[in-house]
């Protein structure tokens, strides 16, 4: 048996036999488990607790119809009898109901604009009869309990869905229509369906990137389910994909919270690492490193590389730690009195295809609840350092000491930097986001006080209420080894449950924006997946309510050109994480604009072949005769979901380019600098070079062609 096969046996056997106590998305499993116990229940009370845990089940599986029959009996349908001791079932019939409403309309007859705020008449509900239900329920709810902002928020959500917002809520209870305005900005449509690349899923992750080496981007997508098969899909560079999962040899690679590229053995062809067993009691699930064979297939290297370990993750992070020309793999673990001690493992490429962890020999092999590890130069020094995101405790910042590839050494400067917050943090990632040359960062909370009240945090913040919770952090990277937490005076000081993260320019304006990924596994925490536009470096501007604010749970996220037209284009993989918790994939398609761009393709030779960790600095003359300096960084992106490899560089209303300049990573030569690169164009830098290379990329007409994808 090959390890391939080792690795689908692995996962099946996993499937088949996890504990439904353990894996709190085996729903239909454990539903069929308490039914068989409803026989011990001896009281009427026990009855009913029993009867409601069923329902409960039930509902997060999906099976809402047989939900909602239950709770009928056990409330009569009379909200009258609801008191606090009883208020929890009522609360779970009611938002059975919009729930029902959600898997008939959103998801079965998903459209373009479902779930998407301000919902427009094309994205209303056209099978009325759960979010009809569900507003009577909520107002009655409210009507006992008026100051519960969580419930008034979902009235809001019911009405809009039946296109009964504003008028038809009452003034004390109605949403102001401000809080749904579109601000100015860029507006994005979504395409995923026209394109076959709406798939419906729970909570999984996505890459954008170039696999089969044709010019243009592909999607391969995981699925958290433990049955649920990842997807690869080829862009045929017509306006069509491809669902070339079997054909890639990927059937049973099932399973997996996040995923991230790169090419770990210099050949040429970018490489995939599926994470798993996030956030799972037991999760002790195995990674996968899914080798792209360059004749398109893939194959399961895991256990021949010598990276298997069974830990539950969803992070990890390709850099050139020991600087000698291999991306080597950090892995975040996650650690808890529940879970066991789980160390983060650091594995150095052995450059022979294998892979020697030294997270202990260079201290490490920290333990915590770590939901994120981003990696940036955060010191400009060509070495890659590792921020460390905890759910649970101080985040940890690390800064790369190696001296040579046989002398690997990091330190703890999370004091001395001011990283350490918020405690409970979930996503992060670095990014120069005002275009001094250093490395910033964001960190977003995720408060476990408040998971189970989203709906409500948010909706406070809309009104102006000072929500309480531990808020994300943006740090303004000082150059000298310090941070400054700038969270307030760039408008971020939000409690946004971000999960899934990533950044990019929405408006080749030349600086960088982000999009997050928000919810949480609760099924009322409808809230809006969030977009913040950065206004020249100075603050960020958000513009949700512009197309991006799918109500659906987002995260993975990757920017990319999909259409190879100069602007980047947005793919948010939604769904909750309870197995009946779906939602469909979107693609959000750029509208355009008038600003200029480049778009650089790198390879490095001493360099690790996709230079993970280099830097481009373009230096342009704008129209108005100004110099402007807009700064690069090759990598994925954030902490969940992968954008693509190529640098997609926005360059605002620049009149020329006066030079573009490469700063490779360690183990390479320090940089080159070019001059004469046209606007508008897509070029290949290599390493050592003196010249580069215009490439011909061509536009791809998204969505006009018949999709082959079902």
């Known amino acids: 048996m090959t390890g391939h096969q080792r690795m689908i046996a692995i996962l099946d056997s996993i499937y088949r036999n996890e504990s439904v106590e353990k894996c709190y998305n085996l729903n239909g499993r454990y539903a069929g488990k308490l039914k068989a116990m409803l026989a011990s229940a001896r009281t009427s009370d026990q009855q009913v607790l029993a009867n409601f845990k069923v329902a409960e089940q039930l509902l ?177 560079g017509d306006g069509t994909f491809t669902d070339k999962t079997k054909e890639a040899n990927l059937s049973g690679i099932v399973s997996g919270l996040n995923t991230v590229q790169a090419d770990f053995d210099n050949d040429g062809n970018r490489d995939i690492l599926i994470l798993r067993g996030g956030w799972l009691d037991g999760g002790l699930h195995p990674n996968s490193l899914l080798k792209n064979k360059g004749n398109g297939t893939f194959e399961d290297v895991t256990i021949d590389a010598g990276i298997l370990s069974f830990h ?224 020249e470096g100075r603050f960020f501007n958000e513009i949700t309510m512009n197309g991006f604010g799918n109500i659906q749970k987002g995260h993975g996220i990757a920017f990319g050109d999909i259409d190879n037209d100069g602007d980047q284009d947005l793919f948010n993989v939604l769904g909750g994480a309870y197995e009946g918790d779906l939602a469909n994939n979107m693609l959000f398609q750029n509208p355009g604009n008038s600003n200029k761009w480049i778009t650089v393709f790198l390879e490095g030779k001493t360099a690790a072949h996709d230079a993970i960790g280099a830097k481009i600095v373009a230096t342009v003359r704008t129209e108005a005769g100004k110099t402007r300096k807009i700064f690069n960084s090759i990598g994925s992106g954030g902490s969940f979901g992968g954008s693509s490899l190529r640098a997609e560089i926005g360059l605002g209303n620049a009149a020329s380019i006066e030079s573009l300049e490469v700063i490779w990573p360690k183990p390479a030569p320090e940089s080159q600098v070019f001059t004469q690169v046209p606007l508008n164009s897509t070029i290949k830098i290599t390493e050592g070079d003196a010249n580069f290379k215009t490439l011909s990329l061509k536009q791809i007409p998204m969505g006009q062609g018949n999709n082959a994808v079902q």
């Open 60 to 236: 997060y599986a999906g099976q809402t119809e047989e939900a909602i029959q239950i709770l009928q009996q056990l409330t009569g349908g009379n909200f009258e009898l609801m008191n606090a001791d009883n208020r929890p079932l009522f609360d779970l019939y009611a938002l059975a109901h919009l729930r029902l409403g959600e898997q008939q309309n959103c998801v079965q007859n998903h459209t373009s604009e479902s779930c998407i705020l301000p919902i427009s008449p094309l994205g209303q509900h056209k099978v009325v009869e759960g979010s009809t239900a569900a507003m009577g329920m909520y107002q009655k709810i409210l009507e006992k309990f008026p100051d519960d902002l969580q419930s008034r928020w979902l009235l809001n959500i019911a009405a809009m869905t039946l296109g009964k917002y504003p008028d038809g809520i009452p003034a004390k209870w109605r949403v102001p229509q401000s809080v749904f305005a579109r601000k100015q900005g860029p507006v994005f449509k979504d395409i995923a369906g026209a394109l076959g690349l709406d798939r419906r899923n729970t909570s999984g992750s996505v890459i954008m990137e170039d696999f089969d080496n044709d010019g243009d981007l592909d999607v391969f997508t995981t699925f958290y389910l433990l049955n649920g098969q990842c997807k690869y899909y080829v862009n045929n």
């Open 312 to 535: 539950p993750t969803q992070t990890a992070s390709w850099a050139d730690f020991n600087a000698d020309g291999f991306l080597d793999l950090f892995i975040a673990n996650e650690s808890s009195k529940l879970k066991g001690q789980h160390p983060c493992e650091l594995y150095l490429n052995m450059k022979n295809g294998k892979f020697k962890n030294i997270a202990a020999q260079v201290g490490l092999d920290r333990t915590g609840f770590f939901k994120a590890v981003a990696v940036g130069d955060i010191n400009n020094d060509r070495l890659p350092d590792v921020y460390l995101s905890d759910f649970s405790a101080e985040n940890q910042l690390w800064l790369n000491q190696t001296t040579d590839s046989d002398h690997v050494s990091f330190k703890n400067i999370t004091a001395e930097a001011g990283v350490g917050k918020p405690i409970n943090s979930f996503p992060a990632f670095f990014f120069d986001f005002n275009n001094d040359g250093f490395l910033d960062l964001f960190v977003g909370g995720y408060d476990p006080t408040l998971l189970d009240n989203a709906a409500g945090v948010v909706l406070a913040e809309y009104l102006g209420k000072k929500a309480k919770g531990d808020f994300v952090r943006m740090y303004q990277n000082k150059g000298n080894g310090t941070f400054a937490d700038v969270t307030n005076s760039v408008g971020v000081n939000k409690i946004m449950f971000g999960m899934g993260n990533n950044f990019g320019d929405l408006d080749n304006d030349g600086w960088l924006d982000f999009y997050i990924g928000t919810g949480t596994p609760d099924l009322r925490s409808l809230v809006p997946n969030r977009m913040f536009h950065n206004q």
